[in-house]
């Protein structure tokens, strides 16, 4: 079984950069008040994709059996990253607000990237610390 680790941290990699794309095109779109972003494509694609980094982190999980602080550290990142998105593209008011919240959910996004890649709690933030 072990041997199907790298193949699910490969789907999960993969869906973790299909899902920054798509939230960065989601933001330029919504920078432009484009229609486009209430489009079915770009309401129901993108949950598919994080749906996909989810599961294949979970699977991941079970194959590690154990929660290293680095990996708390994401999941608790990653409600942050979720709520901002959702400010950004659905519940905050003007668009300044909207943009703002757009933004700090991208450098959210970054510091998830740099936990899992350091694999340190920190991430980049290790570099003020
Ligand atoms: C509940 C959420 C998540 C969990 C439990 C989780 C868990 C994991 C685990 C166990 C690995 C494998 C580490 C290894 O064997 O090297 C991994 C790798 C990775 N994860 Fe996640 N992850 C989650 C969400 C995310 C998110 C939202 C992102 C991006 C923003 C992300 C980015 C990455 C990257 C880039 C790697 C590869 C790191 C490397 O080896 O260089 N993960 N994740």
């Known amino acids: ?16 950069l299909a899902s920054g794309g798509f939230f960065l095109l989601r933001g330029l779109l919504m920078m432009q008040e484009s229609p486009l972003l209430g489009s079915k494509f770009f309401r129901i694609v993108p949950h598919v994709i994080d749906t996909v980094l989810l599961l294949a982190a979970i699977v991941l999980l079970v194959f590690i059996g154990a929660l290293p602080a680095w990996v708390q550290v994401k999941i608790a990142a990653l409600f942050v990253y979720i ?25 959210v996004f970054a510091f998830i990237m740099s936990v899992a890649i350091t ?10 610390l």
Do not use: D, S, W
């Open 83 to 107: 709520f901002l998105g959702v400010l950004a593209f659905r519940l905050a008011k003007g668009y300044g607000t909207k943009v703002f919240c757009f933004f700090l959910a991208l450098g």
């Open 119 to 128: 694999k340190n709690p920190a991430g980049f933030l290790r570099a003020f």
């Open 1 to 16: 079984m072990q041997e199907l680790y790298p193949l699910f941290k490969q789907i999960h990699v993969g869906a973790v």
